[in-house]
């Protein structure tokens, strides 16, 4: 079966502090899908990336930075010189190549940043 | 030139109602899906469906029914409304097994 995890339930950082959100994942599938998503106050769902299990490369973009390490099943994700407009939920997610196309998400780590 | 649209985005009705959610894409996707955000954020799969296959998630109960009229869109029926279906209700689309793009949600507030 199919977990997404996220210990951390929020984390508080003050203004220009870099912060990690961690997400491990468990799967019996060799090919699957790992995302973030966003959901800021106002609600929607903002797709961040989409890493597929056979590309381990860490992904920088703009002051966004993602962590995938097949060996302890975790796709981290750091922001880099946090901003206010940061603030929101932060979700992990796993698909798997097998069966239908569903996301599994974690429970969603709440980042706030401090001016 | 909005991807996925939900209407509403606010549904407040009473216990036993019947209900319905609409959801349309314009990104030529043909897949569709409908999530449940509870009130501790969780969300869930409840649908996923293209023009071949519908899969239902084995938790969902049978008063909820999507139903497709075409392509691009997929709409949701909740029947005989309880106080337990009160959630935040998101459709997505996707192009085939690529990235999911969510729509903005409908939160459903049975009272």
């Known amino acids: 079966a199919q977990k997404v995890t996220q210990a951390q339930t929020e984390i508080s950082v003050v203004e220009k502090e870099d912060v990690t959100l961690d997400c491990v994942y468990e799967t019996r599938d060799t090919t699957y899908y790992l995302f973030w998503y966003k959901q800021p106050p106002s609600g929607e769902l903002v797709f961040l990336i989409r890493?597929?299990?056979?590309?381990?490369q860490n992904e920088i973009s703009g002051r966004y930075s993602w962590n995938f390490q097949k060996s302890t099943s975790s796709f981290n994700f750091t922001i880099t010189a946090s901003q206010v407009v940061d603030s929101a939920v932060y979700f992990c997610?796993?698909?798997?190549?097998?069966?239908?196309?569903?996301?599994?998400f974690g429970t969603g780590t709440r980042l706030t940043v401090i001016p | 030139d909005t991807a996925v649209s939900q209407t509403p985005k606010y549904l407040v009705t009473q216990m036993g109602n019947d209900k319905s959610i609409k959801c349309e894409q314009n990104?030529?996707?043909?897949?569709m899906y409908w999530y449940k955000q509870d009130s501790k954020k969780f969300l869930k799969i409840m649908f996923s469906?293209?023009?071949?296959?519908?899969?239902i998630n084995e938790t969902v109960p049978n008063r909820f029914s999507p139903k497709s009229p075409d392509k691009a869109h997929l709409n949701l029926h909740i029947n005989s409304l309880e106080l337990g279906d009160s959630a935040v209700y998101f459709c997505a689309s996707s192009p085939g097994r690529d990235t999911q793009y969510f729509g903005p949600g409908t939160r459903l507030t049975v009272l």
């Open positions: 997610a796993l698909s798997e190549a097998r069966g239908a196309n569903n996301l599994f």
């Open positions: 990104l030529g996707h043909d897949t």
């Open positions: 890493r597929n299990s056979f590309d381990e």
């Open positions: 469906y293209n023009n071949k296959e519908l899969i």
